[in-house]
């Protein structure tokens, strides 16, 4: 069996877009918060999202280089700028 060494490069990029879904998880889960009591259905709705956020991060590998680089182009500058992040969510 051969190994398949994977760079130095990709993994630190892996993390990073990793790092990027954790953030975009903070800010939905501080609206959720914000919302749990004058808006249930908007919370759970929003709780919903979360959780595809979570399985994209659970899902993300080293291997998947596009996609990778796609999370760190989207969504990186998105959770910079909360505004945009709401507009673009």
């Not at 879904?21 to 908007?42: C, K």
């Not at 659970?58 to 959770?79: F, K, M, T, Y």
Request: without cysteine; glycine residues 2%; aromatic residues 6%.
């Amino acid at each position: 069996m051969t190994e398949h060494e994977t760079s130095y490069d990709a993994i630190v990029r892996a993390e990073i877009a990793i790092e990027i879904l954790s953030q975009a998880r903070a800010i939905v889960t501080a609206r959720v918060y914000a919302l749990e009591e004058t808006d249930p259905a908007a919370a759970e709705a929003l709780r919903q999202r979360r959780r595809d956020l979570i399985d994209v991060q659970q899902r993300l590998s080293v291997v998947d280089r596009d996609v990778v680089e796609n999370i760190i182009a989207v969504w990186g500058p998105r959770v910079q700028d909360e505004t945009r992040f709401w507009a673009e969510f």
